[in-house]
């Protein structure tokens, strides 16, 4: 599975935009990039998840370049609430899968 | 999508004892995978469990240290066996439906060994 490289934190403040971004040098030409959430004593809750250019739901932006070497995840206006740490992932598109997990982005919001 | 409760949420548990972990869905999958989150650490994955087979372990983990059983489609449980205050961590479950993208988690066990 390509390994991910991810900022280890980064803070925020409310209102803002957040753009995190995710290394993925190896990633082979089936895989898809996906991003989770984590907040604290909770499980990790799926974001989004792309495989080409961009990608958008009711809570985050994925742009991926035509390389797919790497990708950027974006929060739109944060709020105190997406304190939590945002995973990278890259692999096979399917939840039966075993996911690998890097060290993630500690993102911290500040009023 | 799926929902998953996993029993006990918290434990603080005595060297050289056993806990058993549950992990119940709300429908039948075929993946279930267990996965371990030390302090401030991300996830590991220890084992994937389907039904009806043993389940397969990852590199430093052992069957007979974590075992797991699978009885059927909607419940799995892991033991941490022999527990050391090393084995302090947040053991979580995950399930694929098969047809959903994403993987679903369980709130998680947070385990202390004292």
């Known amino acids: 599975l390509a390994k991910t490289t991810q900022p280890i934190s980064m803070d925020s403040y409310e209102g803002q935009e957040v753009n995190i971004t995710c290394s993925h040098n190896n990633i082979a030409t089936n895989d898809y990039i996906t991003w989770y959430q984590q907040f604290p004593s909770q499980g990790p809750r799926f974001i989004i998840q792309?495989?080409?250019t961009k990608v958008t739901n009711e809570v985050a932006s994925l742009f991926i370049p035509a390389d797919r070497k790497s990708s950027t995840l974006s929060l739109p206006r944060v709020s105190l609430s997406d304190t939590a740490v945002y995973y990278c992932?890259?692999?096979?598109?399917?939840?039966?899968?075993?996911?690998?997990f890097g060290k993630g982005t500690r993102l911290s919001v500040i009023a | 999508s799926a929902v998953i409760s996993q029993k006990p949420s918290r434990d603080i548990c005595q060297r050289g004892t056993s806990l058993t972990i549950q992990c119940q869905v709300d429908?039948?999958?075929?993946?279930m995978f267990w996965y371990r989150q030390q302090p401030g650490q991300s996830l590991t994955l220890i084992a994937t469990?389907?039904?009806?087979?043993?389940?397969?372990?990852e590199s430093g983990f052992v069957i007979d240290k974590f075992p797991i059983s699978r009885p059927n489609l909607t419940f799995s449980t892991l033991t941490v066996s022999n527990m050391s205050p090393e084995d302090s961590s947040i053991y979580l479950c995950s399930v694929g439906t098969g047809v959903d993208t994403e993987a679903f988690f369980g709130q998680g066990t947070r385990l202390t060994v004292v």
């Open positions: 992932l890259v692999g096979v598109s399917s939840g039966n899968t075993p996911l690998v």
């Open positions: 792309g495989y080409k």
């Open positions: 429908s039948q999958v075929t993946m």
């Open positions: 469990a389907n039904q009806g087979s043993e389940a397969t372990y």
